[in-house]
């Protein structure tokens, strides 16, 4: 996947619109991640009412405030607009995470040709080795939500157990995070314990009553005394 935009220029839709412009720049921001590429323009009504939606749906996976560790989820706009201004409209209601092909960029097309877009919108899927996972994603993204991103996983083959939606993380039962040093704690008493026992049998000491009740179970149960 990330070979499809090697020696591109990829945008980010911040403030500055700063480029991602280098073969290490493409590969840590797309690596190892879905692509979803969003084919649309401002001037198509439908486009302008999934927005919002795709907005919120990509927000709710890679925000900090709706997950404690963003999913493996690029989004990239691929503008089907007819001019730069509306292309320019359009990104003010994708967020600012997002990623886009410059206007001048005749790439736009040639990937629209590539992956066969017939209709705006559509949403492409790409798995991390660039193979298609879904042609089109609006209807799934529109009915499940953040929720289909997890069979996205599972169909890539992408693993990232520390990916948690913050609803699931605050229904899943959690241990103390004091647990691990109380383990910990009680590990270090059990064998101090022992090292005690190790001691009063050879020599008597001051473990009368630990060294008496071993002896009783190697002897038989009498009393050693």
């Not at 503008?79 to 967020?95: G, N, V």
């Not at 005749?106 to 040709?113: N, Q, S, T």
């Not at 949403?123 to 996205?152: F, K, M």
């Not at 049998?201 to 009368?208: F, P, V, Y």
């Amino acid at each position: 996947m990330v070979d499809l935009f090697i020696d591109r220029v990829l945008v980010k839709n911040n403030k500055d619109q700063d480029e991602l412009d280098t073969e290490r720049e493409i590969l840590v921001r797309l690596q190892n991640r879905i692509l979803m590429l969003f084919f649309a323009s401002a001037a198509c009504e439908t486009c302008q009412q999934f927005a919002p939606t795709l907005s919120d749906f990509f927000k709710r996976l890679t925000d900090e405030f709706y997950v404690d560790r963003s999913a493996q989820l690029v989004l990239l706009y691929i503008s089907m607009d007819q001019s730069e201004e509306q292309q320019e409209s359009f990104l003010k209601e994708l967020p600012k995470k997002s990623l886009f092909l410059a206007y001048e960029d005749p790439y736009r097309r040639e990937l629209e040709a590539m992956f066969n877009v017939e209709e705006l919108p559509t949403v492409v899927v790409l798995r991390p080795d660039g193979s298609i996972l879904t042609s089109n994603a609006v209807e799934e993204i529109v009915h499940l939500g953040p929720g289909c991103y997890r069979n996205w996983q599972e169909a890539a083959e992408l693993i990232d157990r520390n990916f948690m939606i913050n609803e699931d993380f605050e229904q899943k039962s959690m241990r103390s995070f004091s647990d691990p040093v109380r383990r910990i704690k009680y590990r270090v008493k059990d064998e101090k314990k022992k090292k005690k026992k190790g001691r009063g049998w050879g020599g008597g000491g001051d473990e009368g009553g630990e060294v008496g009740d071993v002896r009783d179970d190697r002897d038989g149960g009498g009393s050693p005394w």
